[in-house]
């Protein structure tokens, strides 16, 4: 059993920064990655980045240069520095961990539960 718990939203100035985190509890063998993801209404979910156990990054067009995924594994929490901020961030934004958990251990894909980020003057 695990829970994913996002942090760190709210409202920004164009330009501005935040950092969300994403924190992880349960019986956690492992993460195998994690990943954010955001959307807005009418529109589908839409992935922003993520990060392997390796620590291999990958990112959507739109946010390259101005976000970057990152990883504690000892606090089994990740984060989202977004910088730059732009209007058409505004979303709420997903955490989503691919998980090993429990015993024997089972893979899950596990979710937070959201968290609002609005960029506006």
């Known amino acids: 059993q695990v829970q994913l718990v996002e942090s760190g939203g709210g409202l920004v100035q164009p330009g501005g920064s935040l950092r969300l985190s994403c924190a992880a509890s349960g019986i956690i063998f492992s993460i195998d990655a994690m990943g954010w993801y955001r959307q807005v209404p009418g529109k589908q979910r839409e992935l922003v980045a993520t990060?392997?156990?390796?620590?291999?990054?990958n990112y959507e067009d739109s946010v390259k240069g101005r976000f970057t995924i990152s990883r504690d594994v000892a606090k089994n929490t990740g984060y989202l520095q977004m910088n730059s901020l732009k209007p058409e961030d505004t979303a709420v934004y997903y955490c989503?961990?691919?998980?090993?958990?429990?015993?024997?251990?089972?893979?899950?894909?596990?979710w937070g539960q959201g968290t609002l980020v609005t960029v506006s003057s």
């Open positions: 990060i392997t156990s390796g620590g291999r990054t």
């Open positions: 989503n961990a691919d998980i090993r958990s429990g015993w024997p251990p089972r893979s899950l894909e596990v």
